[in-house]
């Protein structure tokens, strides 16, 4: 069993329709006509059609539905909502039919895009008719081609490649591309993909196509560098700027940082407080050696400016932190 029901699926377990109301109040959430999730076990005597229909190998999806970490939630909520909808009469025999294309936000899930800015869940499908969004579906109007629908866990889907487009064009940058720079450095796609994608099928906001492949390098190593990368550009400081530079002294390597400027030995990085966390449990010996490691760099005569992921969304922050890279860049230069 899953943890998406259909009604039909809790009558044959012995649910009633006073039942099946009483358990949307607690334990059952109806996402589409017909179909609903189960998001936690029950002890409610009445409610145990659904909880029979929870089998221990639910136990990891449910973890991640009350997960307190929103990528991790909002991930498991994507994949069920694509299930939801291949279960639902109506999204069954598109999807049974071929006439359905998951696309955008689906189509970034399918393909394990990671998302570098939160957004609500949403089962995003292209197929012939207008475009209608109601709760938790957008129906889109078919506008991809046949040379840009692959096939992901037998689903039909839009291209890596498109499915960055899509993502930019209607997200915009700051979502468009983190996305894009994961997917190049994964090997989902290279900047050609992106180029073949955008020629044969333009989109109406040409701008951020072109902003998209002007900044996508792949060498952004988390979405907080990626966004930096779009806040400096913007700030028109990127072009004086090169990514991931490699500082040596006269004893050899010191540091690899996020952006440089080599004329006037300032580093900028991107202070990602996840990377401290990862091998581990309190971050303290890797703050430790991230502490060393800019002191080695200012003993090698470097300024080190630091980002972090609040000020990216600050606009008052990113514009102090910009004035103080250009007058960095100013006084160097001039001495």
Not at 36 to 47: D, K
Not at 106 to 129: K, M, N
Not at 290 to 298: K, M, V
Request: glycine share 8%; aromatic share 6%.
């Amino acid at each position: 069993m899953s943890l998406i029901v259909t009604q039909q699926d809790l009558f044959d377990h012995g649910a009633h329709w006073r039942t099946i109301s009483a358990m949307t109040a607690c334990c059952l959430k109806r996402l589409m006509p017909g179909v609903y999730l189960l998001h936690r076990r029950c002890t409610e005597p009445l409610h145990r059609p659904g909880t029979r229909m929870i089998e221990p190998i639910d136990d990891d999806r449910l973890a991640s539905l009350g997960s307190n970490t929103a990528h991790i939630r909002y991930a498991a909520g994507r994949a069920l909502l694509i299930e939801a909808f291949t279960a639902t009469r109506h999204g069954g025999r598109l999807v049974s039919s071929g006439a359905a294309v998951f696309s955008h936000g689906s189509a970034a899930h399918l393909h394990a895009l990671p998302f570098a800015i939160d957004e609500r869940p949403l089962v995003e499908v292209q197929r012939p008719g207008k475009s209608r969004q109601k709760g938790y579906t957008w129906l889109r109007p078919m506008q991809v081609g046949a040379d840009q629908i692959v096939e992901v866990s037998g689903l039909r889907t839009t291209s890596p490649a498109r499915t960055v487009l899509d993502i930019a064009r209607t997200r915009g940058l700051d979502q468009g591309l983190p996305m894009a720079e994961a997917a190049l450095r994964s090997g989902a796609l290279t900047a050609e993909d992106l180029i073949v994608s955008r020629d044969s099928h333009p989109g109406r906001r040409l701008h951020v196509d072109d902003a998209l492949l002007r900044l996508l390098s792949g060498r952004s190593e988390s979405a907080g560098e990626a966004l930096l990368k779009i806040r400096l550009d913007r700030a028109g400081l990127l072009g004086d700027l090169v990514e991931q530079y490699s500082v040596y002294d006269e004893h050899g390597f010191v540091a690899r940082v996020d952006f440089a400027h080599s004329g006037t030995k300032l580093a900028i990085e991107f202070d990602g407080y996840g990377k401290y966390f990862l091998d581990d449990a309190d971050g303290r010996a890797a703050l430790k050696q991230e502490r060393r490691r800019e002191a080695d760099l200012r003993a090698a005569g470097w300024e080190v400016i630091r980002v972090e992921w609040r000020d990216l969304f600050d606009p008052a922050a990113m514009r102090r932190l910009c004035a103080r890279i250009a007058r960095h860049l100013a006084t160097r230069s001039a001495a």
